[in-house]
């Protein structure tokens, strides 16, 4: 066991954990943040998705103790953004679960290349499995957000 | 979740990368060089890699190197593909690197963990093979620079204890005409069924190949074939008489569909590549 | 308040899209032991040895659990083991469970458990496990404890066979002058839902069971924990939050059981399991695999006069739901359309192979790839259109089923102005191939789709309306929210027969099976239909008692009484009327009196005059509506490299009213993509040993994001007289013509005929190589 302050949301917690633990696992198990799904723990799905610096990374690809000294930022850490608006009024999920995964690699698609073009959704969003929607809701969704659609050109969290 | 405990150690410097794998293992423990981690991860939770001491090399500086220096391409073994395709230098790379796995997924699998890997494609390795790239070792008595054609043989042939810390290029090699192409089983993502990158070196005609065979090679006989005069059809077949054996026979496509694939995809390359020749 | 057709957003929506949705597996598990399962590395073999002593050292284990002293289970044969007994029937089949503190301990101690077997030969498909010395799967077939209604055959690996018998085969070939004939095959697959199944039981010292499980039937758990183990009904309480995505996989019953002999081992103390995706895969059940002949015999003028079906579906090592699919083929066997002579056998057939869960569409999608795509081969012997051959017989009212139910305007959709609308949407009329240059083909294919749903002939659906002191109403339904946006629709049902704001209805969208009524199962698209009844019995259940108690303040006949916009008003004089907020929870007079009390609703549906079928004819009446629809597909073929894409995706249905069209469309898309991924890609792979090379999503790939074609939607409205506003079921549609109508653009390109799934490229390689063709001749 080591004991280790991760930054999570902005806020530094410190917990204890083992360092064969995942990040998936630690967030879950450890800090209550169930919004990351396991869905493979192969990271095939994207389900467990989160940002490490702005960038989007599988939770059950890395270590907890990788994360140290990083800004982690969960589903949870998203309030009211204007992502999370689009997937709602697009009809962007059904059951919900690859959901979080889905707007946490969204979220850093959107920091990164804030006019992606298609082939740069794809590229981003392929790395997730939505397994209800036929996936156009969500790149309606998507779209939605490019700055060049949006009124606001209101900023998403930089973790970055 | 892995069943299984191990200690962490992130050296920062190659000298203790090295000196802390020998330790470990004198106090018998089975230590592993950790980059991304993505494959211990996956093949950890199945038991297909054991080791209870994990040296992450991600703080070494040389092995997040990324420079042109001497008319060389510096790439380190630590770098994310991802960070890699971004930067661009290295077009050939960037392409062949962005066919491994998903975009997330390669954000944390590095240039040296896709090469070293147990995987049977290791497709970042194909640009290296075809620009005759030198590998830049970190062992026991420091650094050692080799041609990746001497250490890479179906996989890098490390010492126990080794690790690969950057691969060198000759930057000439960065704009010569390319092209790569992966072929899956079905659509856009999957492994590849097979997966060929071939450079135009002045009239010299460049192969190497992921996905045909449980490795990935530089096809040095079927290039002696392409390079003969006749028409493109008849050198190409010569080409499949020299591909290298076994070729894969398994869940993403036969071995004769296999070949069949890569013959479409060597006329198509080449015709590309060769332009209006016949 | 003109609810019905409007996009409301699912109740559920900030839930989902901050992460503070609850999902079974996100519950903390900190009073909670966890098991692991050891599976089985063969497909057939016999169990000679379980060694667990060193398991059982390891620190946190708290039991190893193995097969000998637990009933048989199965929901119509009890043949299957809750832990494989003797020998193993299929690969990734329970041996042996352990139970310890930390999920790593469980894993670690499940490692170092040695079971020795001895492998027997396989039986690989239902082709093979129907010849004269294929091995038997279950060599006590005859002893197995099982309902009335399932005909299971011992000494053979026929668990069940549903036979129709429509009116006279000979005639019907006699009336035939152009005859076809195919034969079809596929290997089981996946639902490959996102969540992975994971269930947690604890029983108390009372003897109270708790169940916690991601389950579209927590209502059949708790009748099943009873049946198999003798539990008191009423002392088992099942538990199911939202569900990541179920698609019929999680209406089987099966991890549960595994949580519950894990919790009796350990004291009754709460054990969790969540699946690992590879067991969820291989060890809970799958989608059904078929090898099927279809032969159709038809007037030169394209009058289908006579259909010949044998279906073998592959039901694997056990027989569980895979009974009751191969009944519904049977039910619906001809596809959608009018036909006088029919013959069936669809059989339920043991094989070594994982067993089978309902897949969404229950059978149809499977059946209608064969049916469909010989409608294709008996369009192009006729030289026949493909879409007037299927408006030409087109199933109508007046028409009669192959169990013979008589069809009427109500309990059947319009199958041929969906075709009538499609063939616009695809301008069909353009022609079915468009040779782009360059080697490049874009090609349509076509497929109809019908369904009844075939579930128990008395299955019901019950609801509880109570109210809040503001008026707001909580809406408690069995219905699972498993993503269909069911329990939205729900509350659309109640705001509209309310004529209420939809804000004010709260929806619960966990189901506890003790203060929840109940929903048979979610399943069989069946939500809107049942609990939609039993929403608007509820309402008027509420609206009778806010009569009763304001027709007293008021002074007037309750019959003049009308309730909505948040009051109860007189009829004739609306200015006289009570907030329903001032009765919702009884009456207070000025001074001090209080008459009445919080209002609680209830309304249930049950479905009525369903029958079982004749064990000889199969005549009978299954279930009470069939949807139908009409979908296309368009692809891009590379006559070169033999593979495509696909473009474009199309579907005409009559799903009756449409209650929210975004959330209905999604449905539909979201099947549709299912179904392209089921007809384009997904399948197991098995090796020679049968077992399933590729149990990991990595491997066995749904589709993905760009992957996606651009989906057309079109919704033709028959209304279902006896449904909430209309509405007939849609979930499932979607789906059902997909892997038809992609076989059928696929084969028209590529010039073979394309009977297999998964449509790969690899395959048309196969089948140009047997037909002959070089590849150099391309």
């Given at each position: 066991?080591?004991?280790?302050?991760?930054?999570?949301?902005?806020?530094?917690?410190?917990?204890?954990?083992?360092?064969?633990?995942?990040?998936?696992?630690?967030?879950?198990?450890?800090?209550?943040?169930?919004?990351?799904?396991?869905?493979?723990?192969?990271?095939?799905?994207?389900?467990c998705?989160?940002?490490?610096?702005g960038?989007?990374?599988?939770?059950?690809?890395?270590?907890?103790?990788?994360?140290?000294?990083?800004t982690?930022?969960?589903?949870?850490?998203?309030?009211?953004?204007?992502?999370?608006?689009?997937?709602?009024?697009?009809?962007?999920?059904?059951?919900?679960?690859?959901?979080?995964?889905?707007?946490?690699?969204?979220?850093?698609?959107?920091?990164?290349?804030?006019?992606?073009?298609?082939?740069?959704i794809?590229?981003?969003?392929?790395?997730?499995?939505?397994?209800?929607?036929?996936?156009?809701?969500?790149?309606?969704?998507?779209k939605?957000?490019?700055?060049?659609?949006?009124?606001?050109?209101?900023?998403?969290?930089?973790?970055? | 979740?892995?069943?299984?405990?191990?200690?962490?150690?992130?050296?920062?410097?190659?000298?203790?990368?090295?000196?802390?794998?020998?330790?470990?293992?004198?106090?018998?423990?089975?230590?592993?060089?950790?980059?991304?981690?993505?494959?211990?991860?996956t093949?950890?939770?199945?038991?297909?890699?054991?080791?209870?001491?994990?040296?992450d090399?991600?703080?070494?500086?040389?092995?997040?190197?990324?420079?042109?220096?001497?008319?060389?391409?510096?790439?380190?073994?630590?770098?994310?593909?991802?960070?890699?395709?971004?930067?661009?230098?290295?077009?050939?790379?960037?392409?062949?690197?962005?066919?491994?796995?998903?975009?997330?997924?390669?954000?944390?699998?590095?240039?040296?963990?896709?090469?070293?890997?147990?995987?049977?494609?290791?497709?970042?390795?194909?640009?290296?093979?075809?620009?005759?790239?030198?590998?830049?070792?970190?062992?026991k008595?420091?650094?050692?620079?080799?041609?990746?054609?001497?250490?890479?043989?179906?996989?890098?042939?490390?010492?126990?204890?080794?690790?690969?810390?950057?691969?060198?290029?000759?930057?000439?090699?960065?704009?010569?005409?390319?092209?790569?192409?992966?072929?899956?089983?079905?659509?856009?993502?999957?492994?590849?069924?097979?997966?060929?990158?071939?450079?135009?070196?002045?009239?010299?005609?460049?192969?190497?190949i992921?996905?045909?065979?449980?490795?990935?090679f530089?096809?040095?006989?079927?290039?002696?074939?392409?390079?003969?005069?006749?028409?493109?059809?008849?050198?190409?077949?010569?080409?499949?008489?020299?591909?290298?054996?076994?070729?894969?026979?398994?869940?993403?496509?036969?071995?004769?569909?296999?070949?069949?694939?890569?013959?479409?995809?060597?006329?198509?390359?080449?015709?590309?590549?060769?332009?209006?020749?016949? | 308040?003109?609810?019905i057709?409007?996009?409301?957003?699912?109740?559920?929506?900030?839930?989902?899209?901050?992460?503070?949705?609850?999902?079974t597996?996100?519950?903390?598990?900190?009073?909670?032991?966890?098991?692991?399962?050891?599976?089985?590395?063969?497909?057939?073999?016999?169990?000679?040895?379980?060694?667990?002593?060193?398991?059982?050292?390891?620190?946190?284990?708290?039991?190893?659990?193995?097969?000998?002293?637990?009933?048989?289970?199965?929901?119509?044969?009890?043949?299957?083991?809750?832990?494989?007994?003797?020998?193993?029937?299929?690969?990734?089949?329970?041996?042996?469970?352990?139970?310890?503190?930390t999920?790593?301990?469980?894993?670690?101690?499940?490692?170092?458990?040695?079971?020795?077997?001895?492998?027997l030969?396989?039986?690989?498909?239902?082709?093979?496990?129907?010849?004269?010395?294929?091995?038997?799967?279950?060599?006590?077939?005859?002893?197995?404890?099982?309902?009335?209604?399932?005909?299971?055959?011992?000494?053979?690996?026929?668990?069940?066979?549903?036979k129709?018998?429509?009116?006279?085969?000979?005639r019907?070939?006699?009336?035939?002058?152009?005859?076809?004939?195919?034969?079809?095959?596929?290997?089981?697959?996946?639902?490959?839902?996102?969540?992975?199944?994971?269930?947690?039981?604890?029983?108390?010292?009372?003897?109270?069971?708790?169940?916690?499980?991601?389950?579209?039937?927590?209502?059949?758990?708790?009748?099943?924990?009873?049946?198999?183990?003798?539990?008191?009904i009423?002392?088992?309480?099942?538990?199911?939050?939202?569900?990541?995505?179920?698609?019929?996989?999680?209406?089987?019953?099966?991890?549960?059981?595994?949580?519950?002999?894990?919790?009796?081992?350990?004291?009754?103390?709460?054990?969790?399991?969540?699946?690992?995706?590879?067991?969820?895969?291989?060890?809970?059940?799958?989608?059904?695999?078929?090898?099927?002949?279809?032969?159709?015999?038809?007037?030169?003028?394209?009058?289908?006069?006579?259909?010949?079906?044998?279906?073998?579906?592959?039901?694997?090592?056990?027989?569980?739901?895979?009974?009751?699919?191969?009944?519904?083929?049977?039910?619906?066997?001809?596809?959608?359309?009018?036909?006088?002579?029919?013959?069936?056998?669809?059989?339920?057939?043991?094989?070594?192979?994982?067993?089978?869960?309902?897949f969404?569409?229950?059978?149809?999608?499977?059946?209608?790839?064969?049916?469909?795509?010989?409608?294709d081969?008996?369009?192009?012997?006729?030289?026949?259109?493909?879409?007037?051959?299927?408006?030409?017989?087109?199933?109508?009212?007046?028409?009669?089923?192959?169990?013979?139910?008589?069809?009427?305007?109500?309990?059947?959709?319009?199958?041929?102005?969906?075709?009538?609308?499609?063939?616009?949407?695809?301008?069909?009329?353009?022609?079915?191939?468009?040779?782009?240059?360059?080697?490049?083909?874009?090609?349509?294919?076509?497929?109809?789709?019908?369904?009844?749903?075939?579930?128990?002939?008395?299955?019901?659906?019950?609801?509880?309306?109570?109210?809040?002191?503001?008026?707001?109403?909580?809406?408690?339904?069995?219905?699972?929210?498993?993503?269909?946006?069911?329990?939205?629709?729900?509350?659309?049902?109640?705001?509209?027969?309310?004529?209420?704001?939809?804000?004010?209805?709260?929806?619960?969208m966990?189901?506890?099976?003790?203060?929840?009524?109940?929903?048979?199962?979610?399943?069989?698209?069946?939500?809107?239909?049942?609990?939609?009844?039993?929403?608007?019995?509820?309402?008027?259940?509420?609206?009778?008692?806010?009569?009763?108690?304001?027709?007293?303040v008021?002074?007037?006949?309750?019959?003049?009484?009308?309730?909505?916009?948040?009051?109860?008003?007189?009829?004739?004089?609306?200015?006289?009327?009570?907030?329903?907020?001032?009765?919702?929870?009884g009456?207070?007079?000025?001074?001090?009196?209080?008459?009445?009390?919080?209002?609680?609703?209830?309304?249930?549906?049950?479905?009525?005059?369903?029958?079982?079928?004749?064990?000889?004819t199969?005549?009978?009446?299954?279930?009470?509506?069939?949807?139908?629809?009409?979908?296309?597909?368009?692809?891009?073929?590379?006559?070169?490299?033999?593979?495509?894409?696909?473009?474009?995706?199309?579907?005409?249905?009559?799903?009756?009213?449409?209650?929210?069209?975004?959330?209905?469309?999604?449905?539909?898309?979201?099947?549709?993509?299912?179904?392209?991924?089921?007809?384009?890609?997904?399948?197991?792979?098995?090796?020679e040993?049968?077992?399933?090379?590729?149990?990991?999503?990595?491997?066995?790939r749904?589709?993905?994001?760009?992957?996606?074609?651009?989906?057309?939607?079109?919704?033709?409205v028959?209304?279902?007289?006896?449904?909430?506003?209309g509405?007939?079921?849609?979930?499932?549609?979607?789906l059902?013509?997909?892997?038809?109508?992609?076989?059928?653009a696929?084969?028209?390109?590529?010039?073979?005929?394309?009977?297999?799934?998964?449509?790969i490229?690899?395959?048309?390689?196969?089948?140009?190589?047997?037909?002959?063709?070089?590849?150099?001749?391309?």
């Open positions: 066991m080591i004991s280790a302050r991760l930054t999570v949301n902005d806020e530094e917690r410190e917990i204890a954990f083992w360092p064969s633990d995942t990040l998936l696992f630690v967030l879950r198990e450890r800090l209550g943040l169930t919004g990351a799904k396991p869905g493979c723990l192969n990271g095939d799905c994207g389900a998705t989160v940002n490490v610096n960038t989007a990374m599988k939770s059950c690809l890395m270590l907890a103790v990788e994360g140290m000294n990083q982690i930022r969960t589903i949870e850490g998203l309030k009211d953004s204007p992502i999370q608006h689009a997937f709602i009024e697009h009809f962007a999920f059904q059951c919900g679960y690859c959901t979080p995964g889905f707007i946490m690699n969204i979220n850093s698609l959107l920091k990164k290349h804030p006019n992606a073009d298609d082939s740069t794809k590229e981003f969003l392929s790395s997730n499995i939505c397994r209800c929607t036929g996936y156009q809701e969500i790149e309606k969704a998507v939605s957000l490019l700055k060049i659609n949006r009124e606001d050109k209101a900023g998403l969290p930089n973790d970055e | 979740m892995l069943p299984y405990d191990f200690d962490y150690y992130l050296p920062k410097t190659v000298e203790e990368g090295v000196r802390l794998f020998q330790q470990l293992e004198r106090e018998g423990k089975i230590p592993v060089y950790y980059s991304g981690g993505t494959e211990i991860i093949l950890g939770r199945l038991n297909l890699v054991e080791t209870n001491a994990v040296i090399i991600k703080a070494i500086g040389e092995c997040k190197e990324f420079t042109i220096k001497d008319q060389q391409l510096i790439v380190g073994s630590a770098l994310s593909l991802t960070a890699v395709e971004e930067k661009n230098v290295f077009p050939l790379l960037s392409k062949a690197a962005s066919g491994v796995a998903d975009h997330t997924a390669r954000n944390k699998i590095t240039v040296g963990g896709n090469i070293c890997g147990q995987i049977f494609y290791r497709e970042a390795v194909l640009p290296f093979l075809l620009t005759d790239s030198h590998v830049v070792i970190a062992g008595n420091g650094l050692r620079q080799t041609p990746i054609h001497q250490l890479f043989k179906r996989n890098l042939k490390l010492q126990k204890g080794e690790f690969l810390v950057q691969l060198h290029t000759d930057r000439r090699f960065l704009r010569m005409p390319y092209v790569c192409v992966k072929r899956r089983q079905q659509w856009d993502t999957g492994y590849p069924l097979i997966t060929v990158a071939v450079l135009k070196k002045e009239d010299e005609t460049r192969i190497a992921s996905g045909l065979c449980p490795f990935p530089r096809a040095f006989e079927m290039e002696k074939s392409i390079q003969q005069v006749g028409p493109l059809g008849d050198r190409i077949q010569e080409a499949l008489r020299h591909v290298p054996q076994p070729v894969l026979d398994d869940v993403e496509g036969s071995s004769g569909y296999r070949v069949f694939v890569l013959e479409q995809m060597l006329q198509d390359l080449l015709r590309e590549l060769e332009g209006n020749h016949p | 308040m003109g609810l057709g409007k996009s409301v957003f699912r109740k559920e929506a900030w839930e989902k899209v901050t992460g503070t949705a609850r999902y597996a996100d519950y903390p598990a900190t009073d909670s032991l966890h098991a692991k399962i050891v599976v089985s590395p063969y497909a057939h073999a016999v169990i000679k040895s379980i060694h667990i002593a060193k398991a059982k050292e390891v620190f946190g284990v708290r039991a190893v659990i193995t097969g000998e002293h637990f009933p048989l289970t199965g929901e119509e044969i009890r043949d299957r083991p809750v832990l494989a007994k003797n020998k193993v029937r299929h690969h990734g089949e329970a041996v042996a469970l352990v139970v310890a503190d999920p790593q301990q469980a894993k670690r101690a499940a490692e170092l458990i040695e079971v020795e077997y001895e492998q030969p396989v039986v690989h498909s239902p082709t093979e496990a129907l010849k004269p010395n294929a091995p038997l799967v279950h060599e006590q077939l005859g002893s197995y404890k099982k309902e009335d209604r399932v005909y299971p055959e011992p000494g053979t690996n026929v668990a069940n066979r549903t129709i018998r429509k009116g006279s085969m000979e019907g070939w006699n009336l035939s002058e152009v005859v076809v004939e195919e034969r079809f095959s596929f290997s089981p697959s996946d639902h490959a839902a996102m969540e992975t199944r994971c269930s947690t039981a604890e029983i108390h010292p009372d003897g109270n069971v708790y169940i916690m499980t991601s389950s579209q039937a927590p209502f059949m758990v708790k009748r099943l924990i009873h049946d198999y183990f003798g539990v008191d009423g002392k088992i309480v099942v538990e199911t939050p939202l569900v990541g995505g179920a698609y019929g996989g999680k209406a089987s019953i099966q991890l549960e059981l595994l949580a519950f002999i894990a919790s009796i081992a350990v004291g009754g103390r709460k054990v969790r399991i969540l699946n690992i995706r590879e067991q969820d895969m291989l060890t809970s059940p799958c989608h059904i695999g078929l090898d099927a002949t279809v032969k159709l015999g038809s007037t030169r003028d394209g009058k289908i006069q006579a259909a010949e079906l044998l279906f073998l579906f592959d039901g694997g090592a056990y027989s569980d739901k895979g009974a009751d699919l191969n009944r519904a083929a049977a039910v619906d066997c001809t596809g959608p359309y009018d036909i006088d002579h029919v013959w069936c056998d669809s059989l339920c057939v043991y094989t070594n192979h994982p067993y089978a869960a309902p969404r569409g229950f059978s149809h999608s499977e059946l209608l790839f064969t049916v469909e795509r010989t409608m081969v008996l369009a192009d012997k006729l030289g026949m259109d493909r879409l007037q051959l299927r408006y030409i017989n087109a199933i109508r009212p007046g028409d009669t089923t192959p169990t013979q139910v008589k069809l009427n305007k109500s309990n059947v959709g319009n199958l041929p102005e969906c075709i009538v609308r499609l063939k616009k949407m695809i301008d069909w009329d353009m022609g079915m191939i468009q040779d782009l240059g360059n080697d490049k083909l874009r090609v349509k294919g076509v497929s109809c789709i019908w369904k009844t749903s075939t579930i128990e002939s008395d299955a019901g659906s019950g609801v509880t309306l109570s109210f809040n002191p503001d008026g707001s109403i909580n809406l408690i339904s069995g219905v699972i929210e498993i993503g269909t946006g069911t329990k939205t629709i729900l509350a659309q049902i109640l705001a509209e027969r309310l004529k209420m704001d939809i804000r004010m209805v709260h929806v619960q966990k189901v506890n099976t003790q203060s929840t009524p109940e929903h048979w199962k979610t399943v069989a698209s069946r939500g809107t239909f049942m609990a939609g009844r039993a929403v608007l019995a509820a309402a008027e259940d509420l609206i009778e008692q806010l009569k009763s108690i304001a027709s007293c008021l002074r007037v006949q309750a019959a003049d009484l009308e309730v909505g916009y948040g009051k109860v008003f007189l009829r004739d004089e609306p200015e006289t009327h009570l907030d329903i907020k001032d009765v919702a929870y009456y207070v007079y000025p001074n001090g009196n209080g008459i009445g009390g919080q209002i609680i609703g209830r309304g249930h549906y049950n479905l009525r005059r369903l029958t079982y079928l004749d064990k000889e199969g005549a009978g009446k299954p279930g009470p509506e069939w949807s139908v629809g009409a979908q296309a597909v368009e692809i891009e073929y590379d006559k070169k490299h033999l593979t495509y894409r696909i473009v474009r995706a199309f579907s005409a249905v009559d799903i009756g009213t449409v209650l929210n069209e975004k959330a209905a469309r999604g449905q539909v898309m979201g099947a549709m993509s299912m179904g392209l991924a089921f007809g384009g890609r997904e399948t197991f792979v098995f090796d040993w049968g077992r399933v090379l590729n149990p990991q999503l990595r491997t066995y749904p589709l993905r994001y760009g992957e996606h074609p651009e989906y057309h939607v079109e919704f033709v028959t209304p279902q007289l006896d449904a909430a506003y509405a007939r079921g849609a979930g499932e549609h979607g059902m013509g997909m892997p038809a109508a992609l076989g059928n696929l084969s028209l390109a590529a010039g073979v005929k394309l009977n297999e799934l998964p449509l490229p690899e395959q048309i390689w196969k089948m140009k190589q047997k037909e002959g063709h070089s590849h150099a001749s391309l």
